[in-house]
């Protein structure tokens, strides 16, 4: 939910932003199911959902700091050594939201590292209620 008030605010997310966001709305719906079925199951695959965005979460924070590369597909590349019509390619094919620009941030947590430590959490609760499940 964080996320989309963030987007209707004017954010627009990038494409490991939405990554993030499949995973994650799989466990939603893993959830639905689980209050129907009541299967053990199901809890166990809302924890693997959780932490597979915890996963991409803890890839994107480390684009957002530099301490990896990310796809190139939405992130910056150098500029030396490109001829002008390269250039030019690289411009026109720029992504409008980068992945490895860190577009909000509060006392240094960015919206990847909320999704990370949030989803990692979930994962705990998710394992839980695997846990305490009869069926």
């Known amino acids: 939910a964080g996320a989309f008030l963030f ?3 004017g954010s627009a997310p990038c494409k490991m932003c939405y990554w993030q966001r499949y995973p ?3 466990a939603v719906l893993i959830g639905g ?3 129907g079925l009541s299967q053990k199951w199901l809890a166990w695959l809302g924890a693997l959902a959780a932490a597979v965005t915890s996963g ?3 890839y994107h924070s480390g684009v957002e700091r530099d301490l ?3 796809p190139s597909s939405c992130t910056g590349s150098g500029t030396t050594g490109l001829s002008t019509d390269e250039l030019l390619d690289q411009i026109m094919n720029a992504p409008l939201v980068r992945c490895d620009e860190i577009p909000w941030e509060m006392f240094g947590v960015t919206m990847a590292n909320l999704n990370a430590l949030f989803s990692a959490g979930l994962v705990v609760v998710w ?3 695997a846990r ?3 069926t």
Do not use: H, P, T, Y
Request: no cysteine; proline share 0%; net charge positive.
């Open 132 to 134: 305490a499940s009869r």
């Open 33 to 35: 199911l689980a209050l």
């Open 7 to 9: 987007q209707a605010l």
């Open 127 to 129: 394992i839980m209620a």
């Open 68 to 70: 990896w590369e990310g």
């Open 24 to 26: 994650r709305a799989a």
């Open 56 to 58: 991409i979460g803890v």
